[in-house]
């Protein structure tokens, strides 16, 4: 049973534009949720993360928000960049430090210049 | 600081054999998690071992095991390989625990033939 969702494989944007990912979570017991990225032959690398007594959190161009009766948080990044192309996993966690993280599957993002 | 450092980076076995993977986390860092990544299910918790006890564990057979050292390493190995053992395992560390943010070496690509 899949606890955090991700069902868009690929998103493909302008330069200049808005990227939004999304991300959908069945458990309703998470309250903390994290934006990794991941490039080729590299780990993932934390991004942003929120929790769930905010439902927005910015950071330059990233902004993740976070809709707890939908179950739903989305990061969009403005404007995007080429450098942005990567594959993006959402991950979430009960409570922070005692369990393990949740990833989704994976986004992967492709800004063509 | 140094980052999180895994190997063998890329190693390859045969159905039956047994496989040894090292993780050194950052210094200070005292939990180190063990993640696979495949193609079709994006990172799957496999355990998190915290003072050199194992915290927590995923959902993966007993052939999968792990264990963490007094100065924080840790190690995982699995027995009797199978084709679907094939991934790339990522070690992962954090000061305290899975407080959010885990900091990621590159990973071990594993194929098993």
């Known amino acids: 049973d899949q606890q955090v969702k991700q069902n868009s494989p690929s998103l493909s944007v302008q330069e200049g534009r808005i990227s939004i990912l999304n991300c959908d979570y069945t458990?309703?017991?998470?309250?903390?949720f994290l934006w990794y990225k991941k490039y080729p032959a590299e780990g993932p690398t934390f991004l942003i993360s929120?929790?769930?007594?905010?439902d927005k959190n910015e950071d330059g161009r990233f902004t993740v928000f976070l809709n707890k009766s939908a179950k739903h948080l989305s990061l969009h990044i403005v404007p995007s960049q080429p450098g942005d192309s990567a594959v993006y996993f959402c991950?979430?966690?009960?409570?922070?430090?005692?369990?393990?993280?949740?990833f989704g599957k994976g986004t992967r993002l492709s800004v063509i210049a | 600081k140094a980052g999180v450092t895994q190997t063998p980076r890329y190693l390859i076995k045969t159905r039956g054999q047994q496989v040894t993977l090292s993780c050194s986390p950052i210094?200070?860092?005292?939990?180190v998690s063990w993640y696979q990544q495949t193609p079709g299910q994006g990172l799957q918790f496999l355990f998190e071992?915290?003072?050199?006890?194992?915290?927590n564990k995923g959902n993966f057979p007993g052939r999968f095991s792990g264990r963490q050292f007094s100065n924080s390493r840790s190690e995982m190995n699995v027995s009797t390989l199978e084709l679907g053992d094939s991934a790339l395992y990522l070690c992962?560390?954090?000061?305290?625990?899975?407080?959010?943010?885990?900091?990621f070496g590159e990973g071990s690509r594993l194929t098993v033939l």
């Open positions: 210094s200070g860092h005292r939990s």
């Open positions: 071992y915290f003072s050199e006890t194992q915290r």
């Open positions: 991950a979430a966690s009960e409570y922070p430090g005692n369990t393990p993280l949740v």
């Open positions: 992962a560390s954090s000061p305290q625990g899975q407080t959010g943010e885990l900091f």
């Open positions: 458990n309703s017991m998470f309250d903390y």
């Open positions: 929120i929790s769930s007594i905010k």
